[in-house]
Nanobody, 121 residues
Framework: QVQLVESGGCLVQPGGALRLSCAAS????????MEWYRQAPGNQRELVAS???????DYADSAKGRFEISIDNAKKTVYLQMNNLKPDDTAVYYC???????????????WGQGTQVTVSS
């Protein structure tokens, strides 16, 4: 069974910084990419950033220049460094893996439980 566990969300003031982590557990042979999504109340879930196993990263326009995604393949962990946070960044942040190869076969569309980020003074 593959699980994604996020951590690092909390209340932070505007202009502050946070680092989110997402660790994949289970008997995993390979992960092609890891992604961060977020969902604010009343909004659809949106892709924030993604990174491949080869560390090729992509960002939503709202994240460019402020957020940085990184991956530790050995630890099967993805990070999201968020700087200069704004109230509009307030949301539940979810980790997502599109495809993962496990001892029980290929698993698709794996989500974490989410971690709350609140940006407020």
């Amino acid at each position: 069974q593959v699980q994604l566990v996020e951590s690092g969300g909390c209340l932070v003031q505007p202009g502050g910084a946070l680092r989110l982590s997402c660790a994949a557990s289970g008997i995993i042979f390979s992960i092609n990419a890891m992604e961060w999504y977020r969902q604010a109340p009343g909004n659809q879930r949106e892709l924030v950033a993604s990174i491949t196993q080869g560390a090729s990263a992509d960002y939503a326009d709202s994240a460019k220049g402020r957020f940085e995604i990184s991956i530790d393949n050995a630890k099967k962990t993805v990070y999201l460094q968020m700087n200069n946070l704004k109230p509009d960044d307030t949301a539940v942040y979810y980790c997502h893996v599109p495809i993962v190869a496990t001892n029980r076969g290929i698993r698709y569309d794996v989500w974490g439980q989410g971690t709350q980020v609140t940006v407020s003074s």
